[in-house]
C-alpha cells in the first residue's frame, strides 16, 4: 500500500538527502515484500526443527522450553531516548514525556539482542555493541549444522570415511544460502517456507507412524516396541513404566548440563522474528499471536516426536553414539538399510532449512552492528549497505511493471555485503574446527552457539530486565513506560536468568569417567566450548578498548556516526521507511569523554517523524 502523500512526501525528501552526498541511504522493504504471519511462522519451525529435535531429543535425558519474557526495544521519535515496546502483545509503547514534550511511541526494528543490550546497558554504548558485536559476528551462524548437512548427505548416498567431502559440502551448504538470499531476497524466503512446511508434514508423519506402530500396525518388518531392558537386572519393560523410566539415573551435574546445550539449542529458533522485526508486515497487528502459535505447534510437535520415537526404539539402541533417533526410528519401524538412508536425505534437507533461515535472519542483525560504526568509517559504511538485487535488476529489465511510476514498489534489496561477512566468519568456523573429526566439529560449533548466543547472551537480556526493573533508575517508570505487562510479572525473567547463570558456570564441570559426553566416548574436552565463547565476550570488550580510546589517540580524531531514520504510519502502525547513515571522522577537541558512547567516538541516532505529526 503507497504511503501518504504527506509520508511519501518525507520519504522522498530523506531519499534526496542521501543522493549525492557520503550518507548511506538503507529503504525498509515495500509492504508487499514483507513477511506475513505464514513467513514468520516459518522462520521459527524452520530454525528450531532440524538436527536437534529430529536427531538428539529422545537421546537426552531431561528437556525444557526457556522464555525470556523478551520485550522489544525501539528507536522512539527523539534524540538521544529509547523506549521499549511490546510489538508482540500489538501494544505501543509511551516513553515518560519530559515537561514540554509529547507522547512517545516505539517503532520496531531489526537485531533482536542487540537492542535489549543496547536499551538495558546504555554507558558507554559503544562498548555494548563491540562486546555483542564481535560475539555476535564471530559465533552467530549454523556452522555446526552446515557439517551435519554433509554428514547426512554422504549417509544418504552410503558414502562414509570422507572428513573433507563433508566439509566440503558444508561450504556448499552455506555458501548456496547466501547466495540465494543475495541473489533473489523473495526466493529465499519462498524456499525457507516451503521447507519448514515439509517439515511440519514431516513431524506429523513421524509421529502418525509412531503411533501406529505402537498400536499393532506393521509396515514390513513386523510388530515393533519400544522397551528398556535394565542393565543390572536384565528386567524387560516397557520404555513408557514409570517405575523403570528413571531407574539408575546420573547423579553428576556435568551429565545433565552437557545435553542441556543442545536442548536448548533446539528451541532457540523462536527468537529469529526478532532479528527481522522490521521487515514483518503489521507487527503489532499479527506478531504476537503468529509468534505464539508458531512456537505452540512446534513444541507440541517436539513432545509427540519423541513419544512416537519411544514407540519405537529400545533404549539399548539409544544409547548407539553411532546413531541418530530418526534414523534408528525408521530402520526400525520399516527393517530396511534403504529406509535410514531415506531418513538421512530428509535430516539434510531439514538442517539445509536451518541454514537458510539463519542466513537470512543472521545476516540483518550484523547489518544493524555495521550501522554502529564499529568497524571504522569505510568498512561500516559497506557492511551496512543494502543493493537491489540481480532478481530485481533482471525483473525490471526483461518484465518491467506496468502500473504508474507512483504506484510501483521499490526493487527488492539484500543486506549483500552483511551476507559476505556472515559467509567469511561460516568459513572461518568451519575451517577452524577442521583439526578434528566431523562429528565433535559439530558438537563443538552447536554448543558453542547454544552457549554464547543463547545463554551468555540471554542472560545478559534477562538479567537485564530484571536490572530495569527493580535497580534502575527507571524501576518505578519502566514497567509503565514499557506499555506491556507479561504473563506472571518478572517469572519468567527470574527463570531464565537463573537457568542462564546455572549454564555458564556448571559447564564448566568435567564429565566423570562412564558418562557419555566424557572425553573418552568421543566427546571434546568439557572446558573447550566454555572457554572459547568467554574468550570471544573478552575479544569484544578489547575490541572496544582500542577502537574507543587507542585509535581516537593515534588519528587524532573520533568517528561521529548518525543514524537518521524516518517512520511513517502504515496500517495505523508506525514503521521505519528508509534510514540515513553517516560516518565521519571529525577532529577530537578535549580529553576523552565519558559520555553515553564513551571513549572518542560517537554514535548518534535521530528518529524523523512523517504524517505532520508533533514531536
Same mark, same amino acid.
Not at 250 to 260: E, H, I, M, N, T
Not at 433 to 454: H, K, N, Q
Given at each position: 500500500?503507497?504511503?501518504?502523500?504527506?509520508?511519501q512526501r518525507?520519504?522522498?525528501?530523506a531519499?534526496a538527502?542521501a543522493?549525492?552526498?557520503?550518507?548511506?541511504?538503507i529503504r525498509?522493504?515495500?509492504e508487499?515484500?514483507?513477511?506475513?504471519?505464514?513467513?514468520?511462522?516459518?522462520?521459527?519451525?524452520?530454525?528450531?526443527?532440524?538436527?536437534?529435535?529430529?536427531?538428539?531429543?529422545?537421546?537426552?535425558?531431561?528437556?525444557?522450553?526457556?522464555?525470556?519474557?523478551?520485550?522489544?526495544?525501539a528507536?522512539?521519535?527523539?534524540?538521544?531516548?529509547?523506549?521499549?515496546?511490546?510489538?508482540?502483545?500489538?501494544? +505501543?509503547?509511551?516513553?515518560?514525556a519530559?515537561?514540554?514534550?509529547?507522547?512517545? +511511541?516505539?517503532?520496531?526494528?531489526?537485531?533482536?539482542e542487540k537492542?535489549?543490550?543496547?536499551y538495558?546497558?546504555?554507558?558507554?554504548k559503544?562498548?555494548?555493541?563491540s562486546m555483542?558485536?564481535?560475539?555476535?559476528?564471530?559465533?552467530?551462524n549454523l556452522s555446526?549444522n552446515?557439517?551435519?548437512f554433509?554428514?547426512?548427505?554422504?549417509?544418504?548416498?552410503?558414502?562414509?570415511?570422507?572428513?573433507a567431502?563433508?566439509?566440503?559440502?558444508?561450504?556448499?551448504?552455506?555458501?548456496?544460502?547466501?547466495l540465494?538470499?543475495?541473489?533473489? $531476497?523473495?526466493?529465499g524466503?519462498?524456499?525457507?517456507?516451503?521447507i519448514?512446511s #515439509?517439515?511440519?508434514l514431516?513431524?506429523?508423519?513421524v509421529?502418525?507412524?509412531?503411533?501406529?506402530?505402537?498400536?499393532?500396525?506393521?509396515?514390513?518388518h513386523?510388530?515393533v516396541h519400544?522397551?528398556?531392558?535394565?542393565?543390572?537386572?536384565?528386567?524387560?519393560?516397557?520404555?513408557?513404566d514409570?517405575?523403570s523410566?528413571f531407574?539408575?539415573a546420573?547423579?553428576?551435574?556435568a551429565?545433565?548440563v552437557?545435553?542441556?546445550?543442545?536442548?536448548?539449542?533446539?528451541?532457540?529458533g523462536? +527468537?529469529?522474528?526478532?532479528?527481522?522485526? %522490521?521487515e514483518?508486515?503489521?507487527?503489532?497487528r499479527?506478531?504476537a499471536k503468529t509468534?505464539?502459535?508458531?512456537?505452540g505447534v512446534?513444541?507440541?510437535l517436539f513432545?509427540?516426536?519423541?513419544?512416537?520415537? #519411544?514407540?519405537?526404539?529400545?533404549?539399548?539402541?539409544?544409547?548407539d553414539?553411532?546413531?541418530?533417533?530418526?534414523?534408528l526410528?525408521f530402520?526400525?519401524?520399516?527393517g530396511?538399510?534403504?529406509?535410514?538412508?531415506?531418513?538421512?536425505?530428509?535430516?539434510?534437507?531439514?538442517i539445509?532449512?536451518?541454514?537458510?533461515?539463519m542466513?537470512?535472519t543472521a %545476516?540483518?542483525?550484523?547489518? +544493524?552492528?555495521?550501522?554502529?560504526g564499529i568497524?571504522?568509517k569505510?568498512l561500516s559504511?559497506?557492511?551496512?549497505? %543494502?543493493?537491489?538485487t540481480?532478481y530485481?535488476?533482471?525483473q525490471?529489465?526483461?518484465?518491467?511493471?506496468?502500473?504508474?511510476?507512483?504506484r510501483?514498489?521499490?526493487?527488492e534489496q539484500?543486506?549483500?555485503?552483511?551476507?559476505?561477512?556472515?559467509?567469511?566468519?561460516s568459513?572461518l568456523?568451519?575451517?577452524?574446527?577442521?583439526s578434528?573429526?566431523p562429528?565433535?566439529s559439530y558438537t563443538?560449533?552447536v554448543?558453542?552457539?547454544?552457549?554464547v548466543?543463547?545463554?551468555?547472551?540471554?542472560f545478559?537480556?534477562a538479567g537485564?530486565?530484571l536490572?530495569?526493573?527493580?535497580a534502575?533508575?527507571e524501576?518505578?517508570?519502566?514497567?509503565?513506560?514499557?506499555?506491556?505487562?507479561?504473563?506472571?510479572?518478572?517469572?519468567?525473567?527470574?527463570?531464565?536468568?537463573?537457568?542462564?547463570?546455572?549454564?555458564?558456570?556448571t559447564?564448566f564441570?568435567?564429565?566423570?569417567?562412564?558418562s557419555?559426553f566424557?572425553?573418552?566416548?568421543?566427546?571434546?574436552?568439557?572446558?573447550i566450548?566454555?572457554?572459547?565463547?568467554l574468550?570471544?565476550?573478552v575479544?569484544?570488550y578489547?575490541?572496544?578498548l582500542?577502537f574507543?580510546?587507542?585509535?581516537?589517540?593515534?588519528?587524532?580524531?573520533r568517528?561521529?556516526?548518525? $543514524?537518521?531514520?524516518t517512520?511513517? $504510519?502504515?496500517?495505523?502502525?508506525w514503521?521505519?521507511a528508509?534510514?540515513?547513515v553517516?560516518?565521519?571522522?571529525?577532529a577530537?577537541?578535549?580529553?576523552m569523554?565519558n %559520555?553515553?558512547?564513551?571513549?572518542?567516538?560517537y554514535?548518534?541516532?535521530?528518529?524523523?517523524?512523517a504524517?505532520?505529526?508533533?514531536?
Amino acid at each position: 500500500m503507497p504511503y501518504e502523500a504527506d509520508d511519501q512526501r518525507i520519504v522522498d525528501e530523506a531519499i534526496a538527502d542521501a543522493q549525492g552526498s557520503m550518507k548511506l541511504l538503507i529503504r525498509n522493504p515495500d509492504e508487499s515484500q514483507k513477511l506475513g504471519w505464514f513467513s514468520v511462522m516459518c522462520t521459527i519451525w524452520n530454525r528450531g526443527i532440524g538436527m536437534s529435535s529430529n536427531s538428539h531429543d529422545a537421546k537426552n535425558i531431561a528437556y525444557g522450553l526457556a522464555n525470556r519474557g523478551h520485550f522489544t526495544p525501539a528507536m522512539d521519535r527523539r534524540r538521544f531516548d529509547r523506549n521499549i515496546c511490546s510489538p508482540e502483545t500489538g501494544q +505501543e509503547a509511551h516513553g515518560g514525556a519530559r515537561e514540554g514534550e509529547t507522547v512517545l +511511541e516505539c517503532v520496531p526494528r531489526n537485531g533482536g539482542e542487540k537492542n535489549y543490550l543496547e536499551y538495558i546497558y546504555k554507558a558507554p554504548k559503544l562498548r555494548t555493541i563491540s562486546m555483542y558485536g564481535i560475539v555476535y559476528i564471530i559465533s552467530g551462524n549454523l556452522s555446526g549444522n552446515a557439517i551435519a548437512f554433509g554428514i547426512y548427505v554422504l549417509e544418504a548416498a552410503g558414502i562414509t570415511g570422507h572428513d573433507a567431502a563433508i566439509r566440503g559440502l558444508a561450504v556448499a551448504a552455506s555458501t548456496v544460502a547466501c547466495l540465494l538470499h543475495g541473489l533473489w $531476497r523473495q526466493g529465499g524466503i519462498v524456499v525457507n517456507n516451503i521447507i519448514a512446511s #515439509l517439515k511440519i508434514l514431516i513431524l506429523i508423519v513421524v509421529i502418525a507412524i509412531g503411533f501406529a506402530a505402537s498400536a499393532g500396525a506393521k509396515f514390513g518388518h513386523g510388530p515393533v516396541h519400544g522397551k528398556t531392558v535394565d542393565p543390572l537386572t536384565g528386567k524387560v519393560t516397557s520404555n513408557f513404566d514409570a517405575h523403570s523410566s528413571f531407574a539408575h539415573a546420573s547423579d553428576d551435574v556435568a551429565s545433565y548440563v552437557q545435553p542441556l546445550l543442545f536442548i536448548i539449542y533446539t528451541y532457540s529458533g523462536w +527468537e529469529q522474528p526478532f532479528y527481522v522485526l %522490521s521487515e514483518v508486515k503489521e507487527p503489532k497487528r499479527v506478531f504476537a499471536k503468529t509468534t505464539i502459535t508458531a512456537i505452540g505447534v512446534m513444541s507440541i510437535l517436539f513432545v509427540l516426536v519423541n513419544i512416537a520415537y #519411544l514407540c519405537a526404539v529400545s533404549f539399548d539402541q539409544r544409547l548407539d553414539r553411532q546413531l541418530d533417533m530418526a534414523t534408528l526410528f525408521f530402520t526400525e519401524i520399516f527393517g530396511t538399510n534403504a529406509a535410514s538412508r531415506v531418513m538421512s536425505g530428509i535430516i539434510a534437507l531439514s538442517i539445509l532449512g536451518n541454514i537458510v533461515v539463519m542466513t537470512f535472519t543472521a %545476516s540483518r542483525v550484523k547489518q +544493524e552492528i555495521a550501522k554502529e560504526g564499529i568497524f571504522g568509517k569505510h568498512l561500516s559504511l559497506f557492511f551496512a549497505s %543494502s543493493f537491489d538485487t540481480p532478481y530485481a535488476r533482471l525483473q525490471a529489465r526483461f518484465f518491467p511493471s506496468q502500473l504508474p511510476k507512483s504506484r510501483r514498489p521499490p526493487p527488492e534489496q539484500s543486506p549483500s555485503p552483511a551476507l559476505f561477512l556472515h559467509w567469511m566468519f561460516s568459513m572461518l568456523m568451519i575451517g577452524a574446527s577442521s583439526s578434528t573429526t566431523p562429528a565433535i566439529s559439530y558438537t563443538i560449533l552447536v554448543s558453542l552457539y547454544s552457549y554464547v548466543i543463547v545463554i551468555l547472551m540471554g542472560f545478559f537480556v534477562a538479567g537485564g530486565l530484571l536490572y530495569l526493573q527493580f535497580a534502575s533508575d527507571e524501576r518505578g517508570t519502566w514497567a509503565a513506560n514499557a506499555g506491556f505487562k507479561p504473563w506472571g510479572g518478572p517469572t519468567a525473567a527470574i527463570i531464565y536468568t537463573v537457568v542462564c547463570a546455572f549454564m555458564i558456570v556448571t559447564v564448566f564441570l568435567p564429565p566423570p569417567v562412564g558418562s557419555d559426553f566424557h572425553k573418552s566416548n568421543t566427546q571434546p574436552e568439557w572446558w573447550i566450548v566454555p572457554t572459547v565463547g568467554l574468550t570471544t565476550l573478552v575479544l569484544g570488550y578489547f575490541y572496544y578498548l582500542v577502537f574507543a580510546y587507542a585509535v581516537p589517540r593515534i588519528k587524532k580524531q573520533r568517528l561521529f556516526v548518525e $543514524r537518521k531514520a524516518t517512520i511513517v $504510519r502504515d496500517h495505523g502502525e508506525w514503521v521505519q521507511a528508509v534510514e540515513r547513515v553517516e560516518a565521519v571522522w571529525v577532529a577530537r577537541e578535549g580529553p576523552m569523554d565519558n %559520555s553515553i558512547n564513551g571513549g572518542g567516538n560517537y554514535v548518534e541516532t535521530v528518529m524523523v517523524q512523517a504524517n505532520n505529526a508533533p514531536l
